[in-house]
């Protein structure tokens, strides 16, 4: 089955722009960097067979993707977060490849709301 769910809740992420004003790309930025710092020590995290490292990126990541109203995204990094104690290394970084895809479509589906 299709997951038709937009990735990002817009209704919310506009009254967060009315907040932030012109802070606002500057939130965005920050997400992408993290998001992407995240992703990227996971996968290390993952290499070394360090659980409590997998499950606090996964953490951190999930809390971000809140702080931008795309729950999809935080759902995967919660499922991810729940997984961090298992050994099977493949699964995982299937898993994170998932969840790399997810934070692309996050922040293209923002760009594309922010200029539209």
């Not at 993952?46 to 999809?72: C, E, N, V």
């Amino acid at each position: 089955m299709l997951d038709t769910a937009d990735p990002v809740n817009f209704s919310a992420l506009d009254a967060l722009k009315s907040v932030l004003g012109a802070d606002f790309p500057e939130l965005i930025r920050d997400f992408n960097h993290l998001a992407n710092d995240c992703l990227l020590k996971l996968e290390i995290a993952i290499a070394q067979s360090d659980s409590r490292a997998i499950q606090s990126l996964a953490h951190t990541l999930r809390g971000a993707a809140l702080s931008l109203h795309a729950k999809p995204l935080a759902d995967k990094c919660s499922e991810l977060e729940n997984m961090a104690n298992s050994s099977d290394t493949a699964m995982l970084n299937s898993y994170i490849q998932n969840i790399r895809l997810e934070v692309k479509e996050v922040i293209s589906a923002i760009e594309e709301w922010a200029y539209r």
